[in-house]
Every structure is written in C-alpha cells, then in structure tokens.
C-alpha cells in the first residue's frame, strides 16, 4: 500500500512537507507519458526509501569510512 511506502520514505526526509515536495519534483522528472502517474509515484517512494532523496550523505556512515581508511592505511 501507499501508506507503507510513504512511511518508508520517511525515513530519509524530514517531514511530510518535504517528503511531498520532493516526491512532486521526482515524479515530474520520472514520469513517462505511457506510464500510469501512480506506478511513477510509488516507484519515487521506492527509490526514497532506499536513499536519501535529496543526495545528502549519511554522517555516522561517512564518519566510519574515514576511521576504516585511517586504519587500512
């Protein structure tokens, strides 16, 4: 269901406001015209939950590459 998706999502944006707004913008940029406008908008959920949509990196994560690179070295 949608609803899961959305609550997926969220986990990477910060309210629903933005969720929304960022959704809007993929969903422009993604849509085909052959597809339906709702396949393309629970593929952006998709995508969403798996990344951060606005392409900031997680901190802890780039933290602990650069500790595992000191030590490598």
């Given amino acids: 269901m949608r609803s899961q998706l959305i609550f997926g999502a969220l986990t990477h944006v910060r309210n629903r406001y933005e969720l929304c ?3 809007s913008k993929a969903s422009r940029k993604l849509h085909k015209p052959t597809t339906r ?25 780039e933290q602990k590459k650069r500790v595992q690179d000191r030590r490598a070295a």
């Fill in 21 to 23: 707004q960022l959704a």
């Fill in 37 to 61: 406008l709702q396949d393309t908008m629970n593929d952006v959920l998709v995508r969403f939950r798996k990344a951060s949509p606005s392409g900031e990196y997680n901190l802890a994560v």
